[in-house]
């Protein structure tokens, strides 16, 4: 069964920098990986996605600020969040659609438990 393991959440003070990872267990093929992130009362929001080609995608919001990246034969994914808002505030989540199996007939979604993202004034 796929984990994603996520770290690196906390709490900080607006303007400081944050860095979230992400690490995959086992799996056969990587159709794509990302960040979403989700406050209460309100929908879960991608904010950052890298492709299997490399194509990476950031939130309107983050441009600028968030940078995503790979390592690890792209079993670990980080987001490097700089220039913090208190917007930016919620459970971030990582995300990948990826085949466990290489029998497997298509990619399916998998998500980690969550890390909080606190940022004050």
């Known amino acids: 069964q796929v984990q994603l393991v996520e770290s690196g959440g906390g709490s900080v003070q607006a303007g400081g920098s944050l860095k979230l990872s992400c690490v995959a267990s086992?799996?056969?093929?990587?159709?794509?990986m990302g960040w979403y992130r989700q406050v209460p009362g309100k929908t879960r929001e991608l904010v950052s996605s890298?492709?299997?080609?490399?194509?990476?995608h950031y939130h309107d919001s983050v441009k600028g600020r968030f940078t995503l990246s790979q390592d690890n034969g792209k079993k670990t994914l980080y987001l490097q969040m700089n220039s913090l808002k208190n917007g930016d505030t919620a459970v971030y989540y990582c995300?990948?659609?990826?085949?466990?199996?290489?029998?497997?007939?298509?990619?399916?979604?998998?998500w980690g438990q969550g890390t909080q993202v606190t940022v004050s004034s």
């Open positions: 086992e799996f056969a093929y990587l159709c794509g």
């Open positions: 890298i492709s299997n080609d490399g194509t990476t």
């Open positions: 995300w990948a659609d990826l085949r466990f199996r290489h029998s497997d007939y298509r990619c399916q979604n998998y």
